[in-house]
C-alpha cells in the first residue's frame, strides 16, 4: 500500500523522509524513492531524485552517500497497481524537464486519455504508472500560471479519480504542494519545520497536532508553516486533530487490529477493483486479460484452482460463471487439482485465485494446466508475483497489502474481480447484453456503499450474536445457493482467528447428517438473505431451531419474519442475490472476530497460520 511523506524546513529532509517511510514500511511495498531539492554547482535549484526497488533500508543506504544538502523533499513507497514493480514505475515522477517531482496515492482512472493527449503536445513518459500523467500535469500548468500551488490545482481539476499528492519544484524551492482526494493525507508543523503525510505515523514523531486534508482541499508547506485553501485558492482553516495514539495503533490507524483495520477498508477495496473497468459504451475493461475475445469466446469450460478463502471466492464465481455465462464451471482446490488428471484441452481455462499469488499448491496446478494446454487467469493481490507472472492474462484485485493472516478485504477483492470476469465472459458469450452487464456493473458498484452501511450499523447485533456463540464447542453455518459458498467462508473465518470447531453446509443437506449435532444452545449461523430459495432456508432453520440451536441469521433489511426463527438477526442492506457473498460476509467477519476476541484469541496472527503458504 502507497505511503506518502514530505518535509520542509530547516533539517537534512533526507533523514527525515526516510524515517518517515520506515515508519510506514508495516503496510507494505515494492519499491521506494525521494525528490530532494539540492542547490546545483551554478548555485541554481535542482531535484534529485532516488528511487529503488526493495526495501526502504536500501533506499537509506544509497542516501549515505548523498552529499546534497536538501532540507526540502518528497517521499513514496509503492505498491504497484498500474505497471509492475520496477525503479521507473517507483514514485517521484518528474516532469520532462525534472523540475516537477510528485508522489501519489490513489488512481487516475482517466490516466490513458490524458496521457494520449499529455504525448500528443509532445510529453515524453518514462514510466507505465497513472500517476506520471500528474508531473506532466503540472508541469504544463506551471508554465502557464507561474505558481506550483495554481498549477496543481489546474492538474487536479483534469483528474478523474483519487489522489493524495505532494508535488515539489525546483523553481519553489522550500514549497511542498499538496492536494488529497479520497485518499488520505495529514499535515503538521514541528519544531524543525512543516511536514505531509498519508498515514499519520510517518510524523507523530514531529507533532501530535495534525490536519487531517479534506476532499478538494490544498495545502502549501513552507518552512515557517501551511496555508490551506479550497479548491479555487480560497484560504480556509481546517481544524487540528490531537493524535495521542501511540506506534502500534497508528499503524492500524487508530483500529485496535488490522483485521478490523482491514474490514474497514472493504468498500474502497470495491471501488478500486472497478475503476476503469467498464467503457462509456458498456464495454468491459479489463487491462491485463491477456486473452483475445476469440480465445474466450472458445471457451467451454472453466475450473477455478484456490485454496483457502481465496477457494471460496471459487464458489460464489462458479454461480456466476454458469448462471451467466453457461459456461460448465467447476472448483477445485489446488491441493487436490494438482494431483488429479482433470480433463484438459485448449479450449479449458483455468482460473487462479490467490491473495499472495504465490501459493504452492496454486501455483503447482497452474503450471501443470499450462503444460497440459489450458488457458490460464490469475486473480491475485500482487502485481508480479508468480500467479500474475505466470498466467496469461490477470485481474489485479486492489486491496493493498493484507496484513492480517485472515483474508477479509482480499476476499471482497477477489470475488468482485471473479465477478467482473463473469461478466466478461457472459458479454463475449453473447448471454449478456451490453445494457445488462452495465446495469449489474453499476449494482455491483453500489455494494460499496452497502457494505459502509453495514460497518457503520451492525456492531451492536454482531456483539449479541458472538456472545451467544463464544462459549460453544462448534458451530454450523448453513446457507443456499450463494448462502452456501458464504457460510464456508464464514465457518473458515471463524475457525481460523477463534479457535471455535465450524463447519458450514449446505442448509438443504442438514437433515441428511449433521442435524443430528443439534442440541439444545448449539449455534446455528445461517445466511438467510432474500434469494430464490429463502423460503426453504427458513424452513432448515425452523428444523434446527425446533432442536434447540441457537439461531443467528443474517437476513435482509426489513424481513420481520426471520426474528420469529432466529434468536439473533444481522440485517444487511437488500441487494441482488448474485451480489450477496459482497455484502453478507461482511457481518460473519465480524462475527469471527468479535467471537475471537471474547475467547482472548490474536486476531491478527492466529496460531499455527502464515500468511502465504509457499511450501506444500
Ligand atoms: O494467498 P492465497 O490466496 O493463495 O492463500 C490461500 C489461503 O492460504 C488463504 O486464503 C488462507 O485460507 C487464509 N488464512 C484465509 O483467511
Redesign the pocket.
Known sequence: MCGIVGFTGRDQAKDILVEGLRRMEYRGYDSAGVALEAAGADGAARLDVIRRVGKVSGLASELEGYAGQATCGIGHTRWATHGRPSTANAHPHTSCDGRIAVVHNGIVENFAELREELQGRGHVFKSDTDTEVLAHLVEEAYAERGELMAAVRDAVSQVVGAYGLAVVCADEPGVVAVARKDSPIVIGVGEKGSYVASDVIALIDATRDVVVLEDDQFARLSPGGVEYTDAEGRPIEPAVTHVDWDLDMAEKGGYPDFMLKEIHEQPRVVRDTLVGRMTATGELDIDELGLSLEELNDIDRVYVI???????AGLIAKNLIEGWARIPCEVEA?SEFRYRDAIITPSTLVVA???????AD?LAAIRDARIKGAKVFGI??VVGSP?ARESDGVIYTKANKEIA????K??IG?VVSLTLLALLLAQVKYRLTTKQARMLFRELGDSAAQIQEILDGCGPAVREAAAACKDARSALFVGRGMGAAIACEGA??LK?VSYLHAEAYAAGEMKHGPIALIEPGFPVIAVATKSPTYDKTVSNLMECRARGAVVVAVATEGDDEIKKIADHVIYIPRIRDCFSPITASVPLQLLAREVALMRGCDVDQ?RN?????TVE
Open positions: 484456490a485454496c483457502g478463502t481465496s477457494y471460496h489446488a485465485v490467490s491473495q499472495s499469488g504465490e501459493t496454486t491475485t493481490n500467479v493472516v485472515a483474508s477479509t482480499s476476499f477477489q473458515l473465518k481460523e492466529p497460520l502464515a500468511k502465504s503458504v
